[in-house]
């Protein structure tokens, strides 16, 4: 993984166990982790911690930015709502490589009732490690701001 990037992190109470398990992986391989919270199971409002993650991408202060929630749907509805950002939901690597590659997705959004915690690392890992293509996608990209 490439260290020395900046991860915004947030989660709901359906994401928290799998947000913790992040947070640790992520650090454990050199990144700078921004956890937004929750920072317990209890019952909570996912756009409240959609939002602050996707505000420090926006504005620069992470890098990139994962969200978890028991389906994605949720914090990636939220996330999508400001201007510079580009979150997309992944259950799988495949995915969240082509969601960087042909999307220069900057959140990863993960269904944490739906995947396990591996395969919640694999879907990071490749996130946070796949570059955008441009190209053909750089034109398309450019035309998803209103």
């Keep these: ?36 919270g929750t920072y317990a199971a209890d ?8 939002h602050p993650v996707a505000d420090a991408v926006e504005r620069g202060e992470s890098d990139k930015g994962i969200l978890v929630c028991g389906s994605a749907n949720g914090v990636a509805i939220t996330a999508n709502k400001h201007q510079g ?8 690597t495949e995915l969240a490589t082509l969601a960087r590659q042909h999307n220069d997705a900057n959140i990863v959004c993960i269904p944490a009732r739906f995947i396990d915690i591996e395969t919640a690392k694999a ?5 946070l490690t796949t570059a955008f293509e441009g ?11 209103c």
């Excluded at 190209?135 to 701001?145: D, E, L, P, T, Y």
Aim: neutral net charge.
């Design 43 to 50: 019952s909570v409002d996912y756009p409240d911690f959609a």
């Design 135 to 145: 190209g053909r996608h750089a034109n398309r990209v450019n035309k998803i701001s």
């Design 1 to 36: 993984m490439k260290a020395q990037q900046t991860i915004a992190i947030g989660a709901d109470h359906a994401g928290f166990e799998c947000k913790q398990a992040l947070i640790q992986f992520l650090q454990d391989n050199g990144y700078v982790v921004k956890d937004f």
């Design 85 to 92: 950002i580009r979150a997309a939901i992944c259950w799988l």
């Design 123 to 127: 879907i990071t890992e490749s996130f």
